[in-house]
C-alpha cells in the first residue's frame, strides 16, 4: 500500500519550529516511502481562521522544500461531515447535548474540586425523549458528542511504542458545536478515511485525541491508520507557541537561517543521529528512519540552530550556493570568491556584505592617505594567499613606525569605505592586488555613489 501522510495546520498563525517539525517529519516518512504528502488545511474554526496565515504557511513550506502533493481545506468539505454526522447519530454513536457553556464549567469546577478528571456525566444521554422536546421548544439548540465505547484502546506508536488507554478516562468529545459548526475531530476522522491517509505523525499534545480517533474511525467502518507522536520542542526559558515571536518560520528566514539548516536540525533534534548540515533534501530523505525518534522532549535552542547554518554555509559547495544567491541579489558572486568567503560568514547576507566591499567601494572622507600611501609602496606582488597581510604589515609598521588602531584604522577605512567589517587578511585575497593598491592611494577602480553608511545597511 502506498504511504500516504498529510500535515494538518490550522491557519490561525504562523508556522513555529514546532509545527515545522510535524511536517518534516510526516514529509520525510512520505518521501523515504516513495509516498505521498498531503497540506491539509484545518480552517473550519471560521473566526479565528485566517487567509493570510494560509498564504503565509504555503509560503513556509515552499521555502522550506517541503512540498505537497495535494492541498484542501476543511471548510470546502462540510458537507462529508454532515454525512458522517448522520450516519454516526443512526448508529447511536453521537448524541444531542443542551448543556449551557455556565453549566458545564460549573459541572468541571465541582469536579476539579474534588481532585476528580473533568469527565463529562452523561446527563445528556439520560434525557427522555420529551425532556428533549423542551429543550427544542425553547429554541436550545443541542451540541453532539460521540459516545465513547467501552472496549480497549490501544494502539503500537510508531514512536512511543504500545499505548493503551482506558475508555473510561475519555470525556465523550463535542464533535459538532450548538451553532452546527464542526470541531476538528470528527472533521480530521472524516478526512483521514477518505484521502486514504496511511500514517498520522503528530505532536504528542494530541494522544487523547488519538485514542477518541480510534474509536470514531470504527464507529465509521473504517481502520485507524498508523499513529506516532513526537516528543514536544520545548526551549529553556520560553514556551513554543504561535502566540510568541523568534519561534516563526519567517523570522528564521529574515533573520538570514537557510532552509536546509532548519531541516537539518529539526529533522534531527530528539534522534538517535547526530545533528549534521544536510546540503539537499535527498541525503536528508536518505538517512531518515522515523524509530531514530525519541520519546523525551527536545530541546530547542536557536544559538544552536545559529551554529549549524554557520557550518552548512562553510560547507556548501559554490554550486548549492549559486542557487541560493538570486533571492540574496549575489548573482554575481563567483566560485573563487565564494570559496574565500564562506569560511568568513553565519549567514549569506554577510556574504552580500563582503561582495559589496569589494566591487562597490565607496570614496571614505577623513582617511590618513600619507599613511596608506606608503603602505601601498610595500604592497607585494601576486600570488596572495592567507599569510600575505601579515608579511605585508609587518613591512607597514616599519616604514611607518605606526601600529595599533593609528595603523589599521586608515587602511579598513581606504579599503573598505568602513570602520568596522570584514576581516582584513581575507578580504585583501578578495580584492585583489589591483583594487587593493588603487584603494590605498585613493582610487576606487570602480565608480561608485554609495557612502560608506549605505554600505552597512545591505541587508
Ligand atoms: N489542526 C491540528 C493541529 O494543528 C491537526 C492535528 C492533526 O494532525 O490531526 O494541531
Known amino acids: 500500500m502506498k504511504v500516504v501522510t498529510r500535515f494538518a495546520p490550522s491557519p490561525t498563525g504562523f508556522l513555529h519550529v514546532g509545527n515545522v517539525r510535524t511536517a518534516l517529519i510526516s514529509w520525510l516518512f512520505a518521501r523515504s516511502a516513495g509516498g505521498k504528502f498531503i497540506l491539509r488545511v484545518d480552517d473550519t474554526d471560521a473566526e479565528r481562521s485566517e487567509a493570510r496565515y494560509v ?3 504555503k509560503r513556509d513550506l515552499e521555502w522550506l522544500g517541503l512540498e505537497w502533493d495535494e492541498l484542501f481545506f476543511q471548510s470546502k468539505r462540510l458537507e462529508k461531515y454532515e454525512e458522517a454526522k448522520e450516519k454516526l447519530i443512526g448508529s447511536g454513536r453521537l448524541y444531542p447535548c443542551y448543556e449551557t457553556q455556565e453549566e458545564l464549567a460549573l459541572k468541571k469546577k465541582n469536579l476539579l474540586s474534588r481532585n476528580l478528571p473533568p469527565i463529562y456525566d452523561r446527563a445528556s444521554l439520560r434525557l427522555t425523549a420529551t425532556q428533549k422536546e423542551q429543550y427544542e421548544k425553547q429554541g436550545v439548540m443541542p451540541h453532539w458528542r460521540f459516545l465513547i465505547s467501552d472496549s480497549a484502546i490501544s494502539w503500537n506508536d510508531g514512536i512511543r511504542g504500545l499505548m493503551n ?3 473510561s478516562n475519555l470525556s465523550d468529545p463535542v464533535l459538532i458545536r450548538a451553532d452546527g459548526s464542526m470541531t476538528y475531530t470528527l472533521a480530521s476522522v472524516v478526512d483521514d478515511i477518505e484521502f486514504g491517509i496511511t500514517n498520522i505523525i503528530r505532536g504528542e499534545d494530541h494522544l487523547s485525541n488519538s485514542a477518541v480517533h480510534i ?19 520545548t526551549s529553556k526559558d520560553q514556551e513554543i507557541s504561535k502566540r510568541l515571536g523568534g519561534f516563526d518560520i519567517y523570522s528564521l528566514h529574515q533573520a538570514g537561517i537557510e532552509p536546509m539548516a532548519i531541516n537539518s536540525f529539526l529533522a534531527k533534534i530528539g534522534t538517535s543521529d547526530a545533528i549534521y548540515p544536510y546540503q539537499n533534501m535527498q541525503d536528508l530523505i536518505k538517512s531518515f528512519t522515523l524509530s531514530k525518534l525519541g520519546k523525551s522532549p527536545s530541546n530547542y535552542e536557536q544559538a544552536e540552530l545559529e551554529r549549524l547554518n554557520a557550518k552548512l554555509i562553510h560547507a556548501m559547495p559554490y554550486e548549492i550556493a549559486k542557487n541560493r544567491f538570486k533571492s540574496e541579489s549575489l548573482e554575481d558572486v563567483g566560485a573563487e570568491f565564494w570559496e574565500v568567503a ?16 569589494c566591487n562597490t567601494v565607496s570614496e571614505p572622507t577623513a582617511i590618513n592617505y600619507e599613511l596608506t600611501k606608503q603602505a601601498a609602496t610595500v604592497l607585494p606582488k601576486e600570488p596572495w594567499d592567507i599569510n600575505t ?15 595599533g588602531k593609528e595603523l589599521f584604522m586608515p587602511i579598513r577605512k581606504a579599503l573598505t569605505g568602513l570602520d568596522s567589517g570584514p576581516e582584513l587578511k581575507t578580504l585583501l585575497i578578495l580584492l585583489g592586488y589591483e583594487k587593493t593598491f588603487a584603494r590605498l592611494n585613493g582610487r576606487s577602480t570602480q565608480s561608485s555613489t554609495q557612502s560608506a553608511e549605505a554600505l552597512c545597511q545591505v541587508k
Not at 474509536?215 to 520542542?233: C, G, R, T, V, W
Not at 560568514?345 to 556584505?353: A, D, F, G, M
Not at 597581510?389 to 601600529?403: A, D, F, G, P, Y
Open 55 to 57: 498564504d503565509a504557511i
Open 165 to 167: 488507554f482506558a475508555p
Open 215 to 233: 474509536q470514531i474511525f470504527e464507529a465509521l467502518n473504517a481502520k485507524s491508520p498508523d499513529l506516532a507522536h513526537l516528543s514536544l520542542l
Open 342 to 357: 564562506k569560511y568568513n560568514v553565519k549567514t549569506l547576507q554577510e556574504i552580500n556584505l563582503w561582495w559589496r566591499i
Open 389 to 403: 597581510w601579515s608579511t605585508w604589515i609587518e613591512e607597514v609598521k616599519k616604514i611607518t613606525k605606526k601600529s
